[in-house]
């Protein structure tokens, strides 16, 4: 699933403006884009003439629910072949991903120190020298502003520095509620600046006692701030992630009313909110792809989710079910993996993979490699069915006869009639009757 995310978004990303056969054919996950109409095909050639001029060290790759850090080591693996292609060294190249391409957040401490671990030894694979370098991760736990002192920013000087110090203090109070849907509505030169500051302020000397205390709070507490905030702030050519299911019922009183204040489209469930969180947080024309829960697809609660998403392209999408990841159990936990493009072409044809019907991963992974269950829908015509269902395996007549003809509902409403309630204590045989 990583590997199907990755490839088919980082991947698809440096393909569409450097096309390289011997670099997909090592990618067996990626999944050719489905045949357009010639109206349709001019305008993806429009918007991939962009791409011809990216750089490797141009593209931004982030995941904003890390884990242990599984999707940046590929996405490392990924951006390492793209550097190769163009001319690169491994060990330049390593160096280059650590601090031009890579990012990543989460909220508990254990998951990023693992994440960070496995992105530096990854880095190590390819340059022996990484960890004697001055290479920066940007990998990061995300930290609360709580109990941070304002007379710590005395020592920024600058008055609109200070002010934008005191945005950040209250955008990141109780950080760990809330993750990386928290938005920092904040310039991002502002933000570079702050950031220039706190890093001359934590190598500089103070020989004053109250100076050197103010150095220390800014250190501990605003520097890991400015990083995250950063991170927040910027926008991403591709955004890959699996994020967290919490449904509305397991979510604390702070966390719930964030969610119904700013994403009360998707409030159902966090990982919902995630959908539109990654969507903020990619460029125009960027990539998101994920694994979420499949309720989205077809719940009426996401309805107007599903409308926001038909304002984007979906490339792809492996429709998973129940079984996906065979230590889960049960029927539970069904999943969808998709590719998203951040522009609207209203009649692109995009591909689906439907392996809800097998029972195991291997025989999902199996069912992929070998082409089975592909389907072909243009999401446009999901509209044309009431509440908008994802329902890409309905043929073209059935999607011709909603748009074409009319709802029973406009004539009428439908009733069942005459019922007992009860069969076996009101009906009998003729030969049962007295």
Request: hydrophobic share 40%; proline share 4%.
């Amino acid at each position: 699933i990583v590997r199907y995310m990755v490839e088919n978004s980082l991947g698809r990303l440096w393909l569409e403006g450097h096309p390289n056969d011997s670099l997909k054919s090592g990618w067996k996950y990626y999944l050719d884009e489905a045949k357009q109409e010639p109206e349709v095909q001019a305008q993806l050639d429009k918007i991939r003439e962009e791409y011809k001029t990216i750089k490797p060290e141009d593209i931004k790759v982030i995941d904003p629910c890390m884990g242990s850090g599984h999707i940046l080591v590929y996405a490392f693996d990924v951006l390492m072949q793209i550097y190769e292609t163009a001319g690169y060294s491994q060990r330049d190249a390593a160096k280059s991903i650590l601090e031009h391409n890579l990012y990543g957040l989460d909220i508990d401490d254990r998951a990023f120190q693992l994440a960070y671990f496995a992105v530096m030894m990854k880095a190590r694979q390819y340059n022996r020298f990484i960890l004697n370098s001055d290479a920066v991760c940007h990998v990061y736990s995300i930290q609360e502003s709580n109990g941070f002192n304002p007379d710590y920013l005395k020592l920024l000087g600058d008055d609109n520095l200070k002010a934008t110090a005191e945005k950040l203090i209250t955008i990141f109070t109780d950080a760990k509620e809330y993750g990386s849907i928290l938005s920092v509505d904040i310039p991002l030169p502002e933000l570079e600046a702050l950031q220039q500051r706190v890093d001359e302020i934590s190598k500089t000397q103070y020989d004053n006692f109250f100076d050197s205390a103010r150095q220390s709070g800014i250190v501990t507490l605003l520097v890991p701030v400015v990083q995250q905030a950063v991170l927040l702030a910027q926008k991403y050519d591709v955004v890959v992630t699996n994020p967290p299911y919490m449904g509305s019922n397991g979510m604390g009183a702070k966390l719930s009313e964030y969610v119904k204040k700013n994403y009360p489209d998707s409030k159902s469930d966090l990982f919902a909110v995630m959908i539109e969180k990654c969507g903020e947080l990619t460029k125009p024309n960027g990539y998101q792809a994920m694994i979420t829960q499949h309720a989205w697809m077809f719940l009426t609660s996401f309805e107007k989710l599903r409308e926001k998403l038909m304002l984007k392209t979906t490339i792809n999408m492996v429709h998973l079910g129940a079984r996906a990841f065979d230590e889960i159990g049960g029927e539970v936990v069904q999943t969808t993996s998709f590719i998203l493009q951040k522009y609207h072409i209203e009649d692109f044809n995009g591909e689906f993979v439907r392996l809800i019907d097998y029972p195991s991963e291997n025989e999902k992974k199996a069912a992929f490699l070998q082409g089975k269950e592909r389907y072909y829908a243009k999401p446009s015509a999901f509209s044309q069915i009431p509440s908008k269902p994802y329902a890409y395996w309905l043929s073209q007549r059935i999607f011709a006869i909603f748009k074409e003809e009319k709802m029973l509902s406009l004539y009428g409403d439908t009733k069942k009639g005459l019922s007992t309630s009860d069969n076996n204590r009101f009906i009998r045989l003729w030969h049962e009757v007295n």
